[in-house]
């Protein structure tokens, strides 16, 4: 079992910039990969970014490449998303999620889920 737990949301003005966290607690020896979605109202979750939990490696979907960055400290469990450059279209609610096998871009590839956070951009 993994227990996930976000924070870091809260409303912005188009143009800023806020850094989403992720605590990470319990089975941590066999996350694989560690990756954020979002899901705006209406819509269906999507991928945002993923990063492997052991040699830091990362891929970032088309939509917020150049303006998100994903990050980890192995030291104190937690996944940090730096999003900058927010725009209206980022308002969501941000989840973070483990993999214990190869997750990247696919919900079904995640086996624990966070609460949410939610992220609005608005001026």
């Known amino acids: 079992q993994v227990q996930l737990v976000e924070s870091g949301g809260g409303l912005v003005q188009p143009g800023g910039s806020l850094r989403l966290s992720c605590a990470a607690s319990?089975?941590?020896?066999?996350?694989?990969?560690m990756g954020w979605f979002r899901q705006a109202p209406g819509k269906a979750r999507e991928f945002v970014a993923t990063?492997?939990?052991?040699?830091?490696?990362?891929y970032l979907a088309d939509s917020v490449r150049g303006r998100f960055t994903i990050s980890r400290d192995n030291a104190k469990n937690t996944v940090y998303l730096q999003m900058n450059s927010l725009k209206p279209e980022d308002t969501a609610v941000y989840y973070c999620?483990?993999?214990?096998?190869?997750?990247?871009?696919?919900?079904?590839?995640?086996?624990?889920w966070g609460q949410g956070t939610q992220v609005t951009v608005s001026s």
């Open positions: 999620a483990a993999s214990f096998r190869s997750g990247r871009s696919l919900r079904s590839e995640y086996d624990y």
């Open positions: 319990g089975s941590i020896f066999s996350i694989n990969t």
């Open positions: 990063i492997s939990w052991s040699a830091g490696s990362t």
